[in-house]
């Protein structure tokens, strides 16, 4: 290493703090979060809850863990997540491979009509109406059909599929192969990485979104986690009562907080798993782009 | 079937000599075709109706008459739109945020992948990294909930500091002064660190003999941020700057929709949000759709020029 100059220990004093004060804004609230939902409703009140709970308690947990419609729409959207990330992939392989094969003569016009989609967006009522027209609206397929599959992620499993050897799928063929096998077991079993990278992404947007909830679903008994977590946070009241021996310690502010936590307990799960993946899946992108 | 053996040209594009041989191509891939045809149904389906369903903005569409029986009124919403007072306020509010997008959330993660850069310690920047990437997984509905607690006037954490120096505290979701502010910067609490991956990753594909020859030549660090970084990631900022003015009024629906309540919505509401009220909840289905198309053709016509420009300029384009 060559001499470092005055000025330069300064910026990488002055660079390190600033990156930690920067790690620390994006943690901070999280954990103030967490906080907040194991402190009491007199901590709370106070302003006496930081970083660590204050009196700590499970009370507001226990409020929400009582409320059945909360875990009515856990379960939706473990269910919409799990089975829309299904067809998601499904939809998403079946179109993606024949387009890698030069076999596939029709490669090119297909590829133009997914690109134009991602250049010319139709508005939001003309999709309404036609999810509507469907017959989707008020049933969970309209969360899971309307997104199928994403012009991006498309491209993604694409090049990684013409990215595998081309030798593979003759010599399978010479071993008398059909299509369909050497997809299902050639191809499938070696995009394993890719197929997790592009699931867990489209696992994530479905969990996270509610936008879609919210133009198609009115059934309240069908909405998904984050449209009810929307309703405790715009409403500003609380809905949800504690049971009776919880009322004391349990607040509107620590339910809520608890709602939000278990909104993002599923995330915090496969975002170890996540960022194993997400760099890769980025580069194969920008090397299209 | 020896015919089935297609001539393959150079380039592995298959050319067909006669109808025969297509159709020989067509029934010996035909698992290929079946399979890519749910793929394209969903593509004609759940992007193409809608898209011709746009038509509706140039009529008085009503859902009872459906596309071929209502009555074409022809620009008729595009002008209403402009004698909206609701409208332009509304146009304005996007238009604002998205200059604060492009001024403030567009280069945050060009300046914080090159302050990454620089940190030489493997293990401090890969636990950084894991800590700035992670917002980008809450959903906005999570993040809101996070920020109107911690700006809550009662005893929010922001207000509790406001407080305890002595100051009043501050309502910061009840007034119109403050939306944008927020609309931005959770924005950028969430995308800022994430927005660095592709900066980063154009970090390293630079040439470290470069950075030793300057060396040798005496440059300072700044000096070669300067001159060998900065020019190494500009094709990269090029093109993500024409993606982004492509989406230049697209700031987005979820984002606005957790933050916006009756005290604020004057200066918060943005086009996105009006469009679901106005046009999903009042059904002014073809008003709303003009808007829309409004929108789309602004993109079209910024991301083109955009292009058309930097092409002339830096020689870098999306196409």
Redesign the interface.
């Known amino acids: 290493m060559l001499r470092i100059s005055t000025g330069q220990r300064w910026f990488n004093i002055v660079n390190y703090a600033f990156l930690i004060i920067l790690g620390l804004s994006m943690i901070l609230p999280i954990v103030h979060v967490l906080a907040q939902s194991l402190s009491s409703n007199t901590a709370i009140n106070n302003g006496k809850v930081f970083f660590l709970p204050v009196d700590f308690t499970l009370s507001n947990f226990k409020a929400v863990v009582g409320e059945k419609l909360i875990w009515r729409s856990f379960g939706i959207s473990v269910y919409v997540t799990a089975f829309g990330t299904f067809i998601n992939l499904a939809m998403t392989a079946m179109l993606a491979y024949p387009l890698s094969r030069s076999e596939y003569v029709y490669r090119k016009p297909v590829l133009i009509l997914v690109l134009l989609t991602m250049i010319f967006t139709a508005p939001l009522i003309p999709n309404f109406l036609l999810v509507k027209q469907l017959g989707l609206t008020d049933t969970l397929w309209s969360l899971m059909l309307p997104g199928a599959i994403s012009a991006f992620n498309l491209f993604v499993m694409r090049s990684f599929f013409m990215a595998l050897p081309v030798e593979l799928i003759d010599s399978s063929r010479i071993d008398g192969c059909g299509e369909m096998r050497i997809l299902w077991n050639i191809i499938l079993p070696l995009s394993k990485p890719v197929m997790a990278t592009i699931g867990i992404f489209y696992a994530v947007a479905h969990w996270n979104s509610y936008a879609n909830a919210l133009y198609f679903i009115n059934n309240r008994q069908l909405y998904p986690l984050q449209v009810r977590l929307r309703e405790f946070i715009i409403t500003d009241s609380s809905s949800i009562t504690a049971p009776a021996e919880e009322v004391l310690m349990s607040s509107p502010e620590g339910i809520k907080m608890a709602v939000v936590i278990i909104a993002t307990i599923p995330i915090m799960l496969v975002y170890p798993f996540l960022q194993k993946h997400f760099t890769k899946g980025m580069m194969v992108g920008s090397v299209k782009s | 079937m020896a015919k089935t053996e297609t001539s393959l040209s150079e380039q ?3 050319v ?1 000599r006669n109808g025969k041989e ?1 159709w020989a ?1 067509l029934k ?2 035909k ?3 079946l ?2 045809i ?3 149904i ?13 038509v ?2 140039f009529q008085d569409y009503n ?1 009872f008459k459906g596309y071929f029986g209502s009555a074409w009124v022809g620009l008729d919403h595009f002008q209403r739109m402009f004698q909206y007072p609701d409208f332009i306020r509304i146009l304005k509010n996007t238009l604002i945020l998205a200059i604060y997008s492009l001024g403030f959330s567009f280069p945050i993660p060009i300046i ?1 992948a090159l ?2 850069n ?2 030489r310690k493997v293990f ?1 920047k890969r ?2 990294q ?6 980008h ?6 993040i ?7 700006l ?1 006037p ?2 929010g ?1 922001v ?2 500091i406001i ?1 305890s120096l002595g100051f009043d505290s501050i309502y910061f979701m009840g007034e119109n002064s403050f939306i944008r502010t927020i609309l931005v910067s959770s924005g950028i ?1 969430k995308d800022a ?1 994430w927005g660095t ?2 900066y980063l ?1 154009a970090l390293t594909s630079i040439n470290p003999d470069l950075y030793e020859a300057s ?1 040798m030549d005496g440059a ?2 700044w000096r070669q941020t300067l001159s060998i970084t900065l020019p190494a990631i500009m094709p ?1 900022i090029t ?1 993500l700057f024409l993606l982004q003015i492509g989406h230049f009024m697209d700031f987005g ?2 984002r606005v ?2 933050f916006l ?1 009756t005290l604020n919505s004057n200066k918060g509401e943005i086009l ?1 949000t009006y ?2 009220t106005i ?2 909840l009042d059904r002014q ?1 073809s008003y ?2 003009a ?3 409004f ?2 053709v602004v993109g ?1 016509v910024l991301i083109m020029s955009g292009n058309a420009v930097s092409k002339k300029l830096t020689g870098e384009g999306l196409y």
């Open positions: 592995g594009i298959i067909f297509r191509n010996k891939y698992a290929l075709y399979l890519s749910p793929g394209i969903y593509f004609l389906l759940f992007k193409y109706i809608p898209l011709l369903g746009s509706m903005a859902i914080l302050l990454l620089e940190v401090f636990t950084l894991t800590i700035i990437y992670m917002p997984f809450l959903s906005w509905v999570v809101g909930g996070i920020a109107i607690e911690i809550s009662r005893n954490f207000n509790n407080t609490w660190g991956i592709i990753a060396e300072s660090r990269t093109i629906f979820e929709s957790v309540n996105d469009i679901y046009g999903l289905y709303t759709t808007i829309g198309l929108k789309s079209l």
